[in-house]
């Protein structure tokens, strides 16, 4: 219902010297549904919270014009809405049915009006549960349509759709996908921001494609832009339909069992799982959520003990949960599937000589170590900047590198190319494969079927294991 | 380290289901007087009358005992520290420990303080225990007209609590596969234990500013007057509630002071 219109529009953030989006021109009519893309850093996270009038005036400095319906998105805030990536941090109340009230009270709907609203919408979106579901109870991909549905209660004329997928597995984003497709009124706007293209094609009507030096590159139906533009836009990291990566497979043959599990299991949260892995091979896991394939990860990375069953690695005695913590990573790199849980200093460099230090290598020594790597993961213009300011796919580099600095021959990875752009991807890529065939063992555990099949050169598929019998309450 | 946020009683007691902001007004009148004696008289009183209500709050005594723990380990630990410690050592000598010796004024003293905590601190843990937070925080809006950005602020972040827990797991568990570990040096665990928990602070904000971004996307800060999804009445029982609260404490204090108990904290 709403209009779009931009004029010689730019933002800089207060303390930058870059605009984050300068010069653009653009109108989107009401009804229109846009996929908005560019390569990461061309602002269109920025350009999604100028329409949503979440850039308050004195956070920065502003030139041209930006218009909804012919007003400052700051005082049209009523017409847009707008879901963000972590369904975490969207969600307010305990309950499902409350958190969708919420936003219906902070605009003052009638207490009368608010209950059929919030059933409405939850069965538009298709909410499986009842309201008064906790909202701790809910999957990733649940939270996240809960979410949209919040916004869409507020019948918004302007939908903004800020990588709403990314933190979602292939389950959870269908989810989001179906609930968008069923949900969205044929009069509402949208404007999706997603570097998956394929996962939101079927929604969208137009392609608008971002200059990182500003202004609009490419505009119109989604078709025309990806045969002129395609090949462009995949080198860029977008994830164009069509350019796929080519297999790659070992090129030698496996050598040392780096690690065995046997019928190793923790109580309630991973059956009983025999698995080894050698060096010179790669080991993808996979599984549905609460298979228990993080559990295993943990287990094998000598970070998590099994409450029954065996775990031995590298012909020692004691099992790695016993191991130093140097020892363990000397031996055992772990790569976490939140980047930033890794991160323990306040500078790159820091960072990925910390772990040299521990297990006691020399300073002539470390210098190399890190030099090499910053260079290896493209991390050398970053050396001095602080971990936790690093864009998504910066952090994803910087967690593997760390993982590498002690030089272990054995990689256990947690989703390691969760929610990364395919340039980012395609370089994690090569560098597994050469890591490989330099002599690690690499165990991945893993929803991201190109990864599977480009890589993998065994895959071990975790079941979900039976529920167990629900604990019997005294009262009802 | 799960935090148990749910409430363990029986919603539809008779005590349990009066409004929260009665039942948090009548546990702090109750024992705010208790704070003004140090008498071992007024808290065993008020400690006799929480018993006796506690089957109308419908908390189920096995469960109350596990969220009072933290209240039973610095009881033992008041124990130890008198005992040690006191200065006064008076009354009759009952035993001694070596160079301590144990008095009757010693364990009166402690009594006292033993008592006072638990008088003090149950009605709390109760009340809290029988009490939805969303009800809280409604009725906090409601009818004790707190700020609703206050009052649905602070129950959207308690809401985040828990995701502590699974950080801090990870966090421990990321810096042992750095090769950071403390082993038996306490000098080294404190550090492990205040860079953990620096890096736990940081994630919490910036989830924190995610949050309130994302709340006032939703309107929360738009300024128009907010209607409540959800009732909650303040109604006579509730008053009374307040009322008996009140009478008991006054009633408690009294009786100290007629009887000859009564310790004032100051002068």
């Given amino acids: ?476 | 380290m799960t935090l148990s946020l749910t409430p363990i009683a029986d919603p539809t007691a008779p005590l349990a289901r009066r409004n929260p902001v009665a039942k948090t007004g009548a546990a702090l009148l109750f024992t705010l007087p208790l704070i003004s004696t140090v008498d071992p008289f007024s808290p065993a009183a008020a400690l006799a009358v929480e018993l006796l209500v506690l089957p109308f709050f419908g908390v189920r005594p096995a469960l109350l005992l596990r969220r009072a723990t933290p209240l039973l380990l610095s009881a033992a630990g008041i124990l130890v520290t008198m005992l040690l410690f006191a200065a006064d050592r008076s009354g009759d000598l009952l035993f001694a420990l070596g160079p301590i010796e144990v008095t009757t004024g010693v364990l009166s003293t402690t009594g006292a303080l033993i008592l006072r905590i638990f008088a003090i601190a149950l009605p709390g843990i109760v009340v809290f225990a029988t009490t939805d937070p969303t009800d809280l925080a409604d009725a906090l809006v409601q009818n004790a007209k707190a700020p609703a950005r206050f009052a649905i602020g602070a129950l959207a972040a308690f809401r985040l609590i828990p995701l502590l827990g699974q950080e801090w797991r990870a966090l421990s568990l990321a810096r042992r596969a750095r090769g950071v570990d403390a082993g038996r040096n306490p000098v080294a665990k404190l550090r492990l234990f205040s860079s953990t928990a620096f890096a736990l602070l940081v994630g919490a904000l910036r989830r924190g500013v995610r949050l309130a971004v994302a709340m006032d996307a939703r309107g929360f800060d738009s300024g128009i007057p907010r209607t409540h999804a959800r009732r909650q009445h303040f109604t006579t029982p509730d008053a009374l509630l307040l009322l008996a609260a009140a009478l008991t404490a006054a009633a408690i204090i009294t009786a100290s002071v007629l009887l000859g108990w009564f310790n004032p904290i100051v002068g």
Avoid: C
């Fill in chain 1, 1 to 476: 219902m709403s209009d779009v219109r931009l004029r010689g529009f730019g933002w800089r953030h207060a303390g930058r010297r870059a605009w984050a989006v300068r010069g653009l021109d653009l109108d989107i009519r009401h009804g229109e549904r846009v996929l908005l893309l560019g390569p990461s850093g061309a602002g269109k996270s920025t350009l999604l919270g100028a329409l949503a009038g979440l850039l308050p005036e004195d956070s920065g400095e502003s030139e041209g014009t930006i218009e909804i319906d012919g007003l400052d998105p700051r005082k049209a805030r009523d017409r847009v809405g707008i879901v963000f990536q972590d369904p975490q941090t969207q969600l307010v109340m305990a309950r499902s049915g409350d958190d969708v009230a919420f936003g219906l009270e902070n605009r003052g709907i009638p207490a009368a009006d608010i209950w059929p609203r919030v059933s409405d919408v939850l069965d538009r979106v298709g909410f499986p549960y009842p309201i008064n579901r906790p909202t701790a109870a809910l999957s990733g991909g649940e939270a996240q349509r809960l979410a949209l549905a919040g916004v869409l209660a507020l019948r918004p004329g302007l939908l903004l759709l800020d990588e709403p997928t990314a933190n979602l597995d292939p389950p959870g984003a269908d989810l989001i996908r179906s609930a968008v497709a069923r949900a969205l009124d044929p009069t509402t706007t949208l404007i999706i921001v997603e570097h998956r293209v394929a996962e939101v094609l079927s929604l969208v009507d137009r392609v608008v494609v971002l200059e990182p030096g500003g202004g609009v590159r490419a505009d119109g139906d989604p078709e025309m832009i990806f045969t002129a533009y395609g090949d462009k836009l995949a080198a860029e990291g977008v994830w164009v339909p069509g350019f796929d990566f080519p297999t790659v497979p070992s090129s030698r043959s496996t050598t040392d069992l780096l690690v065995r599990a046997e019928q190793a299991a923790v109580a309630t949260r991973l059956a009983p799982v025999s698995i080894h892995a050698a060096a010179g091979e790669i080991v993808a896991v996979t599984g549905p959520n609460g298979a228990g394939k993080s559990t295993l990860a943990l287990l094998l990375g000598g970070l998590l003990a099994p409450t029954s069953g065996r775990i031995t690695a590298f012909d020692d005695k004691r099992p790695p949960h016993r191991w130093r913590a140097a020892t363990l990573a000397a031996r055992i790199g772990s790569v976490f599937q939140n980047p930033e849980h890794q991160f323990v200093t306040g500078r790159v460099a820091d960072e990925l000589a910390l772990g040299p230090r521990r297990i006691g290598r020399s300073p002539a020594e470390i210098t190399r170590i890190v030099d090499d790597l910053l260079q290896r993961l493209r991390l050398d213009r970053l050396a001095e900047a602080n971990p936790y300011t690093l864009s998504g796919g910066e952090a994803r580099r910087l967690s593997v590198a760390t993982a590498l600095a002690t030089a272990p021959r054995l990689l256990v990875l947690d989703e390691p190319t969760f929610g990364q752009d395919r340039r980012t991807w395609s370089e994690l890529a090569d560098l597994l494969a050469a890591l490989r065939d330099e002599g690690h063992g690499i165990i991945a555990v893993t929803h991201d079927e190109t990864f599977v099949r480009t890589l993998a050169d065994r895959t071990f598929p975790l079941g979900v294991p039976a529920p167990a019998p629900l604990p019997r309450r005294s009262r009802p």
